[in-house]
């Protein structure tokens, strides 16, 4: 792993640590399937299924293309996002993927979802 990459991989942990602090008031965020089974656990279901399946692309436009602005949407973007920044460069490299587009695919839908992380853009 490249100093860029190893900077990157720890940033984007910073995001999300910064996330479950600064809007949670936790230490970390995990997406956690209800019950009653809302548009959004649906929506996790279906993006762990293409992260299993190796469909990262796929599975972040479905993220952006189905954006609800709530705290349950940004735990489920955070959750999403800590996933895929656990592939070592060589898997991401193999699914077409980057360590930047894990870094400023978080950046851009956080700021969408008005988390304020405008001090993480480079």
Not at 33 to 60: F, M, P, Q, R, Y
Request: charged share 35%.
């Amino acid at each position: 792993m490249g100093f860029q990459d190893d900077w990157m991989l720890r940033q984007v942990e910073m995001i999300a640590h910064f996330v479950a602090k600064v809007v949670f008031q936790k230490d970390t965020v995990e997406y956690e399937v209800t019950d009653e089974l809302s548009n959004t656990d649906l929506l996790h279901n279906k993006l762990d299924k293409l992260i299993k399946e190796g469909k990262i692309c796929e599975a972040e436009d479905m993220l952006f293309d189905n954006i609800e602005y709530n705290d349950r949407y940004i735990e489920l973007a955070t959750d999403f996002y800590r996933k895929i920044n656990a592939f070592t460069d060589k898997e991401l490299e193999n699914l077409n993927f980057s360590r930047d587009e894990v870094y400023e695919g978080f950046i851009d839908i956080l700021e969408k979802l008005g988390v304020p992380v405008e001090q993480f853009r480079e």
